[in-house]
């Protein structure tokens, strides 16, 4: 009996009290940035799809400005759609509180500065602001 309690109290100290058992022990995995599936990065790729495609008809109307087939206050208007889109995507973004993977970095980053585009584009254009 003693045997026992002295191999079961050897064990013990060997795999939960010695000083280096802490190190052996497997650290657990990182987790992602975002989880698959989160509602709330569904509804971040949404607006952000959404302000791509306004910033695309912003495009559409600035060439047409160029050939003056449209006014000033119709480039407006698409301005401040992109501005209005960009204030949701904000909101969205901060939301979604952690920090983004790469992929979403790329296409965040790659959404201002196409907005930065849309800007100096519409100060070129001398239209006055919304």
């Given amino acids: 009996m003693l045997l026992i ?44 799809d959404s302000a791509m495609s306004v910033v695309r008809n912003y495009g559409d109307r600035a060439r047409l400005f160029a050939s003056r087939q449209i006014t000033c206050a119709e480039l407006t208007r698409g ?15 901060k939301a979604l509180r952690r920090p983004l993977d790469p992929a979403h970095v790329a296409r965040d980053q790659a959404l201002f500065a196409a907005v930065d585009t849309v800007d100096a584009q519409f100060d070129r254009s001398r239209c006055p602001r919304p």
């Fill in 79 to 93: 301005f401040a759609a992109v501005e209005n889109q960009m204030l949701v995507y904000g909101t969205v973004r």
């Fill in 5 to 48: 309690l002295a191999l079961g109290g050897g064990a013990y100290y060997y795999f939960k009290l010695r000083p280096d058992a802490a190190r052996t022990r497997a650290t657990p995995p990182l987790p992602t940035a975002i989880p698959v599936g989160d509602s709330t990065l569904a509804r971040f790729e949404a607006t952000a």
